[in-house]
């Protein structure tokens, strides 16, 4: 370690001890009790100032160790020990989150932590290895950064936690949904890949390409991944309009929701995946079916929620009409496939 040898194992510990906290939150839920004593307001302005600090914190490493001479090893060792306490501070502040607050909101604020704790590390490291001065840190510092600018952003209950997953869902779903029609468009041939092939001297066989039969069954198919992405659309209407936080029943349903939720967006992509050429009928039918089933749990779970009303019922009845419908119509063309 050029020019602060004497550091070295100050250093050492602070990568050691991060390290350890990183791997703790990896392993799962801690122990601890419900906090009852949480006070939304004041814990999420906390938790801010907390990230903000450890920014800060950073920053000042960074600028000491920005050029030569590089502060004493007594100095670092008191710049370090700030940055682990502001570090131990975050982490032992997601643990003081009530689990009761919802699981979702915990997984998210976790995520958070975890990441930020990571990059912290990797600072460290940057310096610990002869990064110091170099462009390498000043990259490390930024990412720290603006890992630490996303806490003034996080969900800070259970509802904006499940409309920000909805939201990075429903993108996932409308790429999937793009990619297909583009497909489609394009006879259901992959471009880049097809040059290739051709450029090879391979050419491209039947299997290659839809049968008619093959292009009849994509509607009913593209119909069902319409489906979801308009049923993720209403329910992000729903969430925002009629979706509260005040009692424990009303936070629980949101984790219900979340467990279908995540489901969408892996059987699109299965089903997807599945229409593209040399296809199989029987393989189709079945991740039809799948995501036909986590469409109507998902709609059965929103109908049942506090979250809609009985104005809602119209657009859930029509959403669970439409599954039926493109399914009639994808059993009726893969019979005896």
Known sequence: MADYPHSENVFNDVVDNLGLVISQLQDGESQQTDNSNYEKVAYWDRIEKISQ????????ISMAFSKSPYPSPENVRKMLSK??????????NFYSLPKSQGLLLRDSF??????????????????QTGMASSPEMLQKTGVVWEHSDYFSNLPKDNKRAVIELMTWSLGLLLDALRELEETMAGGGQFDD?????????????????WSEEDRTL???CQGLIKVANYSLKKAMKATEKGGHCDTFHQISEYDDMADHIKKLSPAVDQLGIALYPP????LVR???????????????????????????????NYLHKAIEHNM???HTLTNDK
């Open 328 to 330: 009639e119509k994808i």
């Open 193 to 209: 890949l097809d040059d290739l092939i051709i450029e090879s001297g391979q050419g491209l066989s039947n299997e290659d390409e």
């Open 286 to 316: 079945a991740y039809a079916e799948h995501l036909a089933e986590i469409l109507r749990n998902f709609l059965n779970c929103l109908g049942g929620s506090h979250i809609t009303c009985e104005d809602d019922m119209e657009w859930l």
């Open 110 to 127: 976790k995520k958070s932590t975890l990441d930020l704790i990571t990059k912290v590390q990797t600072f460290v490291k940057s310096i």
């Open 218 to 220: 994509l509607g009913p």
């Open 83 to 92: 940055l682990e306490t502001a570090s131990l501070a975050l982490v032992s």
């Open 279 to 282: 296809m199989r009928h029987r």
């Open 53 to 60: 600090s450890l920014s800060h914190e950073v920053t000042i």
